[in-house]
């Protein structure tokens, strides 16, 4: 059962224009979330984090948004650049308390960026 | 410099042989992990290690095996018991303070 979702398989941005990805969960034990971004035949690198304690983070480009009353967050990336091309996957963390539990991830989002 | 090599890149095995995929880590992360990546499944967790010596199942453990000997090390085999072996696998760390996961680059394992 997936409790973590990414109901966007793909999304397709004008450079310069804002992107948002968004992300759905259902285990209301979830205090802390977490983008990545993966180009292909590569690892994920970690992009933005977010605590359960907090609506809003950002860094520089990114920003990262969370409702917990509708169990819903998303990444803005504001302006969208080619380099923005990617798959982004969406991950929440469980264990209150310990930084060292497993995390669950979305299915991913392919971003594409056009000039 | 500090890191996660994951090693080969690409594996090529005939069906019906085990093969061990390689992880190692510098970073002095205690937790260690290992998804798989195929087309439209996004990442799914085959085991993860929270100490040495100690590993539980993740979600697809069925048809691996894995070792923690050491903190460093996380090898994962896949055993001829799995069905789908072909896939993108990941190794991933993770310190005590710290949520991220930090993934190492990969290796593509094609079972013919």
């Known amino acids: 059962d997936q409790q973590v979702k990414q109901n966007s398989p793909s999304l397709s941005v004008q450079e310069g224009r804002i992107s948002i990805l968004n992300c759905d969960y259902t285990n209301s034990m979830f205090d802390y979330f977490l983008w990545y971004k993966k180009y292909p035949a590569e690892g994920p690198t970690f992009l933005i984090s977010i605590s359960s304690i907090k609506d809003k983070n950002e860094d520089g480009r990114f920003t990262v948004f969370l409702n917990k009353s509708a169990k819903h967050l998303s990444l803005h990336i504001v302006p969208s650049q080619p380099g923005d091309s990617a798959v982004y996957f969406c991950?929440?963390?469980?264990?209150?308390?310990?930084?060292?539990?497993?995390?669950?991830f979305g299915r991913g989002t392919q971003l594409t960026v056009w000039p | 410099d500090g890191g996660i090599t994951q090693s080969p890149k690409y594996l090529f095995r005939k069906e019906g042989q085990n093969v061990t995929l390689s992880c190692e880590q510098n970073?002095?992360?205690?937790?260690m992990y290992w998804y798989r990546q195929d087309p439209g499944q996004g990442l799914r967790l085959i085991y993860y290690s929270q100490i040495v010596n100690d590993f539980q199942k993740g979600d697809i453990a069925e048809g691996y095996s894995v070792s923690r000997e050491k903190k460093e090390s996380f090898p994962l085999t896949v055993t001829s018991a799995q069905k789908n072996p072909t896939a993108f696998y990941l190794c991933?760390?993770?310190?005590?303070?710290?949520?991220?996961?930090?993934f190492g680059p990969g290796t593509r394992l094609t079972v013919t």
């Open positions: 970073l002095n992360h205690d937790a």
């Open positions: 991950a929440a963390s469980a264990d209150r308390g310990s930084t060292l539990g497993r995390l669950y």
């Open positions: 991933a760390s993770q310190g005590a303070l710290t949520y991220e996961q930090y």
